[in-house]
C-alpha cells in the first residue's frame, strides 16, 4: 500500500528517512552530485517515504551557545522540485512555517501534488521567537489552499514526561487535519511509552481513530553530536550518555543503543495495537554517520510487518 | 558462599526477600503461626538472605493523605529474636533511626551477632521530621557498639533523576562504613539505569570498590497499591500505570513488569560488571499477592548466577 493511502487509513508499519539539504552555499554542480548519491543509497532500502527537514536557525531555543553553528541549507521544497524529481516514493516536506510569509507559503501549498507530497508545518521553537506566520494560521491556510494535502505534525515525548499533556496536543492538532504525527529523535524510551499510552487511552476513551505515530532514530558518533542534541531539547538518559561517552567505539554503541529502543517501542506499540512509523534520520556529513544510520534503516526494515 | 561473606568481598548476585513484621496489635499466638506460615512459604525458594522492614509513620514525607492508614508494626529486632531464631540465613534488619533514642539503638547493636544480623540504617523521610537521632549519629553509633556488624543504607534512584547525585550520597555512605545499598522498589527502569550507570564510572574514576547494589521489585494488585507507592515517592512512569489499570488481571500485568525490568537491570549490572542483589518485597497482607511475590522470587532465583 502507498504511504499516503495507508496514513490516510491510519494503517502503521513504514518505514521513512530523514534528510536535510545540502548547505545553501553548496555549488550548483555539487547539489546534484549529493542528491544522486543519496538516493543511489537510500534506493536499496524499500523505504516508504522520504522526510525532508527544514532547517531554522533556532537560536531563540536556547540561550546556550549552539554547539555547532548554524549553516542555513537549501529550501527542501526547491531540492525536492529540482533533484529529487526521480524519488520513487512520496516525499514529506516539513515547513518550519515561523519562516514564511503567508502568500509564500500558500503558493507552495497550492502548487503541490497530493499523491506525491505530504507536509509537516512545524511551529516556532520557541515562543519568543519572531516569527512571520503561527503554526494554527499555517494549519488553516492549508485546509483553504490545498485540503487534499495530508498533514502532520511534530510530537515531542519530552514534553510528556514535563507537562504530560502532549497526548492532548497531538488530539487537538488531529482536530486541525493532523493524520500523522512525527517524534524528535527517540532516546528515553520511558518517556515514548507514556506518551503512546496516553496517546492511546486518550482516543479510545473519546472514540477518536488514532493515526500513525512516527517514532524518529539516529546515531551518535561523538560526545559534541550528542550536546547538540541536548541543546535541541532531546532527552538523553545519563546512562547512554555514559555508554557512548567510554565506548571504545561510540557510533557502534549508539547504533545498538538505537536499535535496541527502536525494537522495544515496536513491540509496545504493537502490544497496545497502535499505528506506527519509523523514521530514521541522517543529519550528519560524515560518511560512517552516513553509513551507519542506512544500516539501521535495513536493520530495522527487517522488523517491520509491512 | 554466605550472604555476608560476600557483600564484604563486594560479590553479587543473591537473592533477598523482604517482609513487614506482623501488626503490633497481633495476638501474640498469631505471631508465631504468622512466622511459621511465612518462613514454610519461603524456605523453598533458596533464598541468600531475608529482610526485615521497620516501618515509621512518615506522616511527615508527604503532605498528601496516606493512601492506606497507618499501623504499627512489631519491632523488626523482636520479630527476629522472638518468632524467626529457626530461619537458616542472615537476616538484615532495618532500623529507622529516629524512632529510638541513641541508648536503646546502642543496646540492640552491641546485642548482635554480625555472623548472622546485618542492618540498614535508614534517617528520616524529610529533614522536618522530629528525629530522636540523625543517621551520621546512627552510623557512627554503630563503628563504636559493634563495629564488625555489616552495614547497609538505602539508595533511591528516584533521587538520582531529579537531582543527579544519588552515586555521590553513596560514595558518602560507603566512606562512612557501608557495604551495600538497598533500593526503593523499581519501577522506573531508566532512572535505575543511569543511577547504576554514574555509580560506576564515579567508582572507577576515584578508584574505589562498587559495593553490591540491591534492586527492590514487587507487585502491585490495585491502584490504591500503586497510589502508595506514589506517597511514598516511588515514580511509576504512566505507561505503567495505564498498563495495570487497563489490564484484566492488574496483578498478573504488575507480575510480568516486575518481571521484565528486573530481567532488564540484570542485564544491565552484568554488562558493567556492577556487583547486585535482587531484593523481593512482600508488604501486602493479601494472600494472592503474597503468593506472586513468591512466583516473581522464584523466577528471578532462576536467573541468578549464584
Request: net charge negative.
Given at each position: 500500500m502507498n504511504l499516503i493511502r495507508r496514513i490516510e487509513t491510519g494503517h502503521g508499519e513504514f518505514l521513512l528517512f530523514a534528510l536535510t539539504p545540502p548547505r545553501l552555499a553548496t555549488e550548483p554542480g555539487q547539489v546534484?552530485?549529493?542528491?544522486?548519491?543519496?538516493?543511489?543509497r537510500l534506493r536499496p532500502l524499500g523505504l516508504d517515504g522520504l522526510?525532508?527537514?527544514?532547517?531554522?536557525d533556532e537560536a531563540e531555543r536556547n540561550p546556550a551557545?549552539?554547539?555547532?553553528p548554524f549553516m542555513p541549507t537549501l529550501d527542501p521544497a526547491d531540492y525536492l522540485a529540482d533533484h529529487l524529481d526521480a524519488w520513487p516514493t512520496p516525499v514529506i516536506v516539513y515547513r518550519a512555517v515561523g519562516k514564511y510569509a503567508p502568500e509564500e507559503l500558500r503558493g507552495w501549498l497550492t502548487a503541490q501534488d497530493p499523491a506525491r507530497v505530504m507536509t509537516v508545518l512545524v511551529g516556532a521553537a520557541s515562543s519568543a521567537a519572531a516569527t512571520r506566520m503561527s503554526l494554527a494560521?499555517?494549519?488553516?491556510?492549508?485546509?483553504?489552499?490545498?485540503?487534499?494535502?495530508?498533514?502532520?505534525?511534530?510530537?515531542?515525548?519530552?514534553r510528556h514526561s514535563r507537562r504530560e499533556d502532549e497526548h492532548l496536543r497531538l488530539l487537538a492538532k488531529q482536530e486541525s487535519g493532523c493524520r500523522f504525527f512525527v517524534t524528535q529523535v527517540v532516546y528515553d524510551l520511558?518517556?515514548?511509552?507514556s506518551f503512546v499510552s496516553d496517546y492511546h487511552y486518550e482516543c479510545r476513551s473519546r472514540g477518536v481513530p488514532r493515526v500513525p505515530l512516527v517514532f524518529t532514530f539516529?546515531?551518535?558518533?561523538?560526545?559534541?553530536?550528542?550536546?547538540?542534541?541536548?541543546?535541541?531539547?532531546?532527552d538523553v538518559p545519563r546512562w547512554i550518555e555514559n555508554d557512548l561517552r567510554h565506548a571504545a567505539d561510540p557510533l557502534e554503541a549508539s547504533y545498538q543503543q538505537a536499535l535496541a529502543t527502536a525494537t522495544e517501542l515496536i513491540a509496545f506499540c504493537r502490544a497496545l495495537d497502535v499505528p506506527f512509523g519509523i523514521n530514521v534520520e541522517s543529519v550528519s556529513i560524515r560518511r560512517v554517520e552516513i553509513e551507519a544510520s542506512v544500516r539501521?534503516?535495513?536493520?530495522?526494515r527487517a522488523q517491520l510487518r509491512s
Open positions: 546534484r552530485e549529493i542528491a544522486d548519491v543519496t538516493t543511489a522526510i525532508l527537514y527544514d532547517i531554522a551557545e549552539r554547539p555547532f494560521d499555517a494549519q488553516a491556510l492549508r485546509r483553504e489552499a490545498n485540503a487534499a494535502l495530508t498533514l502532520g505534525g511534530v510530537a515531542i515525548p519530552e520511558n518517556a515514548a511509552k539516529s546515531v551518535c558518533g561523538s560526545m559534541k553530536t550528542l550536546a547538540f542534541l541536548r541543546w535541541l531539547g532531546v539501521l534503516a535495513e536493520a530495522l
